[in-house]
Nanobody, 123 residues
Framework: QMQLVESGGALVQAGGSLRLSCAASGRTFSSYNMGWFRQAPGKEREFVAA????????YYADSVKGRFTISRDNAKNTVYLQMNTLKPEDTAVYYC????????????????WGQGTQVTVSS
């Protein structure tokens, strides 16, 4: 089992920034592709960003491209999501997830999930 714990969610004004962190334990972190997803009230969970095992490749949803940056520190077993120029539509619970197989936008590819952290962007 891999345990994932997100942190860093907060209430922020539109145009502001936040950095989310996801600390992993229980498995070899560097063996997993990592992703961030989000779910707003009444909506399905959607892909935000993903990063491969080494950190050399990253992928983003069109809605966050140019504003969000995913990164990882394998020495610290942590993946990050830097969010800039936040918009009210970014309001959601943000989840990190780990996949030992593929990388991408399909939630089904991720075997392990954190409990989520709330991000609220006020207008």
């Amino acid at each position: 089992q891999m345990q994932l714990v997100e942190s860093g969610g907060a209430l922020v004004q539109a145009g502001g920034s936040l950095r989310l962190s996801c600390a992993a334990s229980g498995r070899t972190f560097s063996s997993y592709n990592m992703g961030w997803f989000r779910q707003a009230p009444g909506k399905e969970r959607e892909f935000v960003a993903a990063i491969n095992r080494s950190g050399g490749s990253t992928y983003y949803a069109d809605s966050v491209k140019g504003r969000f940056t995913i990164s990882r520190d394998n020495a610290k077993n942590t993946v990050y999501l830097q969010m800039n120029t936040l918009k009210p539509e970014d309001t959601a619970v943000y989840y990190c997830a780990a996949s030992s197989t593929t990388i991408g936008a399909n939630p089904g590819a991720y075997a392990y999930w954190g409990q989520g952290t709330q991000v609220t962007v006020s207008s």
